[in-house]
């Protein structure tokens, strides 16, 4: 059973800095994409970056780009989102996700880390 720990939120001035992390754990990654979504009160979840776990290729929301990165550590089964320049819309519950390659659902969610950006 895949197991996706987030963990990294917290309280930040706009304008701040955070880094989530994601440990995942349950069976091998390597045909796996890994990404990070988000959701606001009285929003939907909205996708923000995702990452492919051999090749560490790379995709972003329009609304990230240039401020966010994502990465993994594959020795230690881990995703990162660095968060840098944070805006007050930037507030919401992160979630972490993984699907196949061959899918594209997300298959398996984190249980989410709150970040809050104050203005």
């Known amino acids: 059973q895949v197991q996706l720990v987030e963990s990294g939120g917290g309280l930040v001035q706009a304008g701040g800095s955070l880094r989530l992390s994601c440990a995942a754990s349950?069976?091998?990654?390597?045909?796996?994409?890994m990404g990070w979504f988000r959701q606001a009160p009285g929003k939907e979840r909205e996708f923000v970056a995702a990452i492919t776990w051999s090749g560490g290729s790379t995709s972003y929301a329009d609304s990230v780009k240039g401020r966010f990165t994502i990465s993994r550590d594959n020795a230690k089964n881990t995703m990162y989102l660095q968060m840098n320049s944070l805006k007050s819309e930037d507030t919401a519950v992160y979630y972490c996700a993984v699907r196949s390659l061959v899918r594209k659902e997300y298959d398996y969610w984190g249980q989410g880390t709150q970040v809050t950006v104050s203005s």
């Open positions: 349950g069976r091998p990654f390597s045909s796996y994409v």
